[in-house]
Nanobody
Framework: QVQLVESGGGLVQAGGSLRLSCAASGSTFSINAMGWYRQAPGKQRESVATITTGGGVTNYADSVKGRFTISRDNAKNTLYLQMNNLKPEDTAVYFC?????????????WGQGTQVTVSS
């Protein structure tokens, strides 16, 4: 099993910055990729940024390109999301996600989420 715990959310003014962290524990050696997703009220959960654990290949939603940076500290088993130039439309609950393998079965773990609120 892989467990995830997010932290770092909060209230910030438009144009400000926040850094989210996601600490992974358990079978972290089996993680293939990790990512950040968000869900705003009344909307579906959407992918924000993802990163592979091997080559560190990253992928971003068009809406956050140039403003958000995903990174991972493998030694600390921690995933980060640096968010700059935040906009009110970035307000959402942000979730950490890990894709991992157990035997031949691919599994997904989610964190509990952390609220990010951007005021105009």
């Amino acid at each position: 099993q892989v467990q995830l715990v997010e932290s770092g959310g909060g209230l910030v003014q438009a144009g400000g910055s926040l850094r989210l962290s996601c600490a992974a524990s358990g079978s972290t050696f089996s993680i293939n990729a990790m990512g950040w997703y968000r869900q705003a009220p009344g909307k579906q959960r959407e992918s924000v940024a993802t990163i592979t654990t091997g080559g560190g290949v990253t992928n971003y939603a068009d809406s956050v390109k140039g403003r958000f940076t995903i990174s991972r500290d493998n030694a600390k088993n921690t995933l980060y999301l640096q968010m700059n130039n935040l906009k009110p439309e970035d307000t959402a609950v942000y979730f950490c996600n890990a894709q991992w393998t157990s035997g031949l079965v691919r599994r997904i773990s989610w964190g509990q989420g952390t609220q990010v609120t951007v005021s105009s």
